[in-house]
C-alpha cells in the first residue's frame, strides 16, 4: 500500500485511486465488521479509537489495519468491556478488570429509573447514546438481554409492575418498529418474517431478534400476533421471505405445528423458551423437517441465521 496515502499527514488526493490500491471507504468497513458507520465515527470522534485516513473534502478511508483494529475492539466488547476503556487495553495490552460490569450495571441502573418513572425521553436518550457507541449484538448481549432479565425480577409481585413493562415494552416496541419501518425503505430483496406465535403481546425478545436482523441490513416483516394454520403458507407466498421465525415463550400445539409449517417453501426458525420447553420434541421434528431451526435467544437466533448464510 501506497505509504504516503498511509500516513495521516499526507491527505489523500485522489479517492478512485486509493480505493484501486486497497482503501476502503466507509460503507465497506461497515459491511465487513458489522460496525455502522455512526458507530465508527463516534469512536473516532469521543475516543479516538480509530483515526482513518481524510481525504480534502473529509471522506474517511480505511486500511486491513483497521479493520483489524476493529475487530480488535469488538472482542473487548464483546468480552463486556466498555468502550471508554478499550483503547488503553489495546495500546497498552493491560489486563480486563471488573469496572466494565460496573459501567454496564450503571448504564441498566440509569434505565431500570427511567422506566419506574415512565420517563420515555430519559430511556429513549440513554439508548440513543448507547447505540451510538456500541454494536447492535453488543448492546443486546451486554445491556438489554440483561436488563430485561432484571426487569422481570423486578416485576414479581410489584404494584405498578404491569404498568412499568406495558409502557417499557410499548416503547421498545415502537423504537424498534421505527428504525426497522426505516431501513425497509432503503433496503431490498427478501425479507425475514418474524411471527409472534403465543398469545402474549409485546413479546420483546421477538423485537429484540428483528432488530438484529435488520441491522444486518436485512429487510423485516414483524406479525405480532400468530397466524392460523394454513396461513403461514400463504404469508410465505406473498412475502417469499428467506426465513420465517416464530417466537413463542410459552409451550406451543406441537401436535398442530406439521400443518402449520406444510407448504412453506423457506427456512423455519423457532425461537424463545418454547424450544426448552419442547426440547425432546423439537428435536425429533427437526430429523423429520431438514429445514427447521431451533434458537433458545435472540442471539443464537441471530448466529444461526447468519451461519446459515440467510443474514
Known sequence: MNASLH?????????????????????????QT????????????RYGLIVPQRTPKGHRLFNTEH???????LTWLNRGVPVSQVKQLIDSAQPVDDSGENEWQGL?????????????????????????????RTLCEQLLLPLLKELEQRWQGQFGAQMERVFFHSWLRSKFGARMYHNNRQLSGSPLLL????DLPLEPHLWLSAWLASSADCPVEVFDWPLPTGELALAVEHL???????YSSKAINLAALPKLLSGSSCPILIAGPTVCIHQ????????????????EDPLSAHQLLIQRGLL
Not at 34 to 45: H, I
Not at 67 to 73: E, L, M, P
Open 108 to 136: 441498566r441502573q440509569t434505565l431500570v429509573q427511567a422506566i419506574s418513572q415512565l420517563a420515555e425521553r430519559r430511556v429513549d436518550d440513554v439508548f440513543n447514546q448507547a447505540m451510538a457507541l456500541y454494536p447492535p
Open 240 to 246: 417469499q421471505p428467506r426465513a420465517v421465525v416464530l
Open 34 to 45: 458489522g460496525v455502522n458507520a455512526v458507530t465508527l465515527r463516534a469512536w473516532e470522534r
Open 280 to 295: 425432546a420434541e423439537l428435536a425429533v421434528l427437526t430429523q423429520d423437517i431438514p429445514e427447521l431451526l431451533l434458537a
Open 7 to 31: 500516513h495521516p499527514t499526507h491527505p489523500v488526493e485522489d479517492v478512485a485511486q486509493a480505493l484501486e490500491q486497497g482503501w476502503l471507504p466507509i460503507r465497506e468497513v461497515a459491511r
Open 195 to 198: 411471527i409472534n406465535h403465543c
Open 67 to 73: 479493520v483489524q483494529r476493529i475487530q480488535a475492539i
